[in-house]
């Protein structure tokens, strides 16, 4: 089972901060995944990064998988009250489908 | 409705009672799952299930029953309830067709055991 440390544990900043959070494991990972969950929710998927050293972007959002696909971050630009939630990271890639969550970094955009 | 759906969303039982969580999903994917959400813990896999008939354990099992009888539903069953199992469920759905086992998340059911 791969185990992954999300940090930090916790953010509070104010709007129009920029901010980024950290997904780090010993393991290679075939893949890895970003979900936001807000709360009263589940998870919803934002990425899926597959490549070392791909980087993608979803309007503010930058995610980056390193290069030797043990790690990645994720930036904020700009947070807005809208990007407040907890952000996972998960990696799979088996046959049979199942996923590792990390714990998340809980994320408060202040007005 | 379309999606995957959850019921009860809340639910207060007492410790010993059984207590069953439905999930339903319409998109006739093969994967299904159930996790506990616990602060300090995360997202735990506690069942995942590959096709109708077909179950099998995640990380933290104990406690707790399966079935898939049908492909669109995929019950949780709390047999004895304790209070250690008072948390928030997630079922989620996956299939071959999604990318990189992408899942879907229902809204989550709260339990809390008294």
């Known amino acids: 089972t791969q185990l992954l440390e999300q940090s930090p544990q916790f953010l509070s900043i104010q709007e129009g901060e920029n901010l980024t959070v950290y997904c780090n494991s010993s393991?290679?990972?075939?893949?890895l995944q970003w979900y936001r969950q807000e709360p009263g929710e589940g998870p919803v998927l934002l990425v899926t990064?597959?490549?070392?050293?791909e980087v993608k972007k979803l309007k503010r959002l930058t995610f980056q998988f390193g290069d030797a696909r043990k790690d990645s971050s994720l930036h904020i630009t700009a947070a807005q009250p809208g990007d407040t939630g907890l952000y996972l990271c998960?990696?799979?890639?088996?046959?049979?489908?199942?996923?590792?969550f990390g714990k998340g970094t809980l994320l408060t955009v202040n007005p | 409705d379309a999606g995957i759906t959850q019921s009860p969303r809340y639910k207060i039982t007492e410790t010993g009672r059984q207590v069953t969580l439905m999930c339903h999903q319409t998109?006739?994917?093969?994967?299904m799952f159930w996790y506990r959400q616990d602060l300090g813990h995360g997202l735990r896999l506690i069942y995942y299930?590959?096709?109708?008939?077909?179950?099998d354990k995640g990380e933290v099992p104990d406690g707790y029953v399966v079935s898939r009888s049908k492909t669109e539903n995929f019950p949780l069953t709390l047999e004895s309830a304790t209070r250690s199992q008072t948390s928030v469920y997630f079922c989620?759905?996956?299939?071959?067709?999604?990318?990189?086992?992408?899942?879907?998340f229902g809204p989550g059911t709260r339990l809390t055991v008294l």
């Open positions: 393991s290679v990972f075939s893949s």
């Open positions: 990064v597959v490549t070392g050293g």
């Open positions: 989620a759905s996956s299939d071959f067709g999604l990318p990189l086992n992408e899942q879907f």
């Open positions: 998109w006739s994917h093969s994967y």
């Open positions: 998960a990696a799979g890639g088996g046959s049979n489908y199942k996923l590792t």
């Open positions: 299930s590959a096709a109708a008939d077909i179950t």
